[in-house]
């Protein structure tokens, strides 16, 4: 069995502040974790995914996470918030494996003021 | 390019009335899911097949039936619809050996 915990269902950061939004799992087995984006009225984008290779995973626009087994958390992060970053992003856990069926935290909408 | 696409992208029908929602995709994918997303729990899966003729349960099945009849499409039926339906629907695909799942725009269904 698996769940996903995004704590904080709205987060607000300034235009160059750090981003950080936080994602906590339950896994049974070794778990593959994804981050995505969704922009409104639109479908899902990823932006970047752990497989069991490096801890530290590197995304698209700048974001990254680090899988932390000890803390069963996937936390996202960016340095510098833009504008363009306000969107709600959902951290997904799937078993390890090809193909398999995710499960997806509540999100966090992100918003960024100016 | 290859895609994914929905249709319809808005949709609104009656409760008891069957709906049919599209998906289609160009990337010869073998894997296809549909989910619902509503607020306040994400994205949850309704049903998903793995190749031709293969049709599986998710977690929120109940109401919903799906057919895998070639490789490119897997129509989402909702047999009577009910208030409890109106939601977005999100097709995703994925291919042999790949990890994440690839979405479609996504189509909003109102039950009145």
């Known amino acids: 069995a698996q769940s996903v915990t995004q704590l904080g269902s709205h987060v607000s950061v300034s235009e160059g502040a750090l981003v950080l939004l936080r994602c906590n799992y339950s896994?049974?087995?070794?778990?593959?974790l994804f981050w995505y984006v969704q922009y409104p009225n639109q479908g899902l984008q990823l932006l970047l995914k752990y497989t069991s290779a490096a801890t530290l995973v590197k995304g698209i626009n700048g974001f990254e996470a680090e899988f932390k087994k000890s803390e069963t958390s996937f936390h996202l992060t960016k340095p510098s918030a833009h504008m363009s970053d306000a969107a709600e992003y959902f951290c997904?856990?799937?078993?390890?494996?090809?193909?398999?069926?995710?499960?997806f935290g509540s999100g966090t909408q992100l918003t960024v003021l100016p | 390019d290859a895609e994914i696409t929905q249709s319809p992208r808005h949709k609104i029908t009656e409760t008891g009335r069957q709906v049919t929602l599209a998906c289609h995709q160009t990337w010869n994918h073998n894997n296809m899911f549909w989910y619902r997303q509503d607020l306040g729990h994400g994205l949850r899966l309704i049903h998903y097949?793995?190749?031709?003729?293969?049709?599986n349960k998710g977690e929120v099945s109940d109401g919903y039936s799906v057919s895998r009849s070639n490789t490119e499409d897997l129509p989402l039926t909702l047999e009577s619809a009910a208030s409890s339906q109106t939601s977005v629907y999100f097709c995703a695909s994925s291919g042999i050996g790949m990890v994440e799942q690839f979405f479609g725009p996504g189509t909003r269904l109102t039950v009145l």
């Open positions: 896994s049974s087995v070794p778990p593959y």
């Open positions: 097949s793995y190749g031709v003729q293969d049709t």
């Open positions: 997904a856990v799937s078993p390890s494996g090809s193909a398999r069926q995710l499960t």
